[in-house]
């Protein structure tokens, strides 16, 4: 059975930075494209960043590039989400979810973690 389970959420002030963690069991990161998304309050899930498995190349939404970094430790299975000059709109719980597709749509996903909450103050 594959758990997914997100951390390091909190609260900052805009300008500051958190680190996401995503662990997983019962499956391999060095076997699946991981990706995180997140959930504004009345808004759809979105797609953030992903790594791929292969190359571990990186792509990232309009709204995070150059502010996220995505990243993964294949030794402990986790990845992390770095998260620098947060803004308000940030605020949203962040899930973590993981497939052999390509593909940045929500609703191809099966499992997810339960999230964890990021609240960016201005």
């Known amino acids: 059975q594959v758990q997914l389970v997100e951390s390091g959420g909190g609260s900052v002030q805009a300008g500051g930075s958190l680190r996401l963690s995503c662990a997983a069991s019962?499956?391999?990161?060095?076997?699946?494209?991981v990706y995180w998304f997140r959930q504004a309050p009345g808004k759809e899930r979105e797609f953030a960043a992903t790594?791929?498995?292969?190359?571990?190349?990186?792509y990232y939404a309009d709204s995070v590039k150059g502010r996220f970094t995505i990243s993964r430790d294949i030794a402990r299975n986790v990845v992390y989400l770095q998260m620098n000059s947060l803004k308000p709109e940030d605020t949203a719980v962040y899930y973590c979810?993981?497939?052999?597709?390509?593909?940045?749509?929500?609703?191809?996903?099966?499992?997810w973690g339960p999230g964890t909450q990021v609240t960016v103050s201005s």
């Open positions: 979810t993981a497939s052999r597709r390509t593909t940045t749509t929500s609703a191809d996903f099966d499992s």
């Open positions: 019962g499956l391999s990161f060095s076997s699946y494209n």
């Open positions: 790594i791929t498995w292969r190359y571990s190349n990186t």
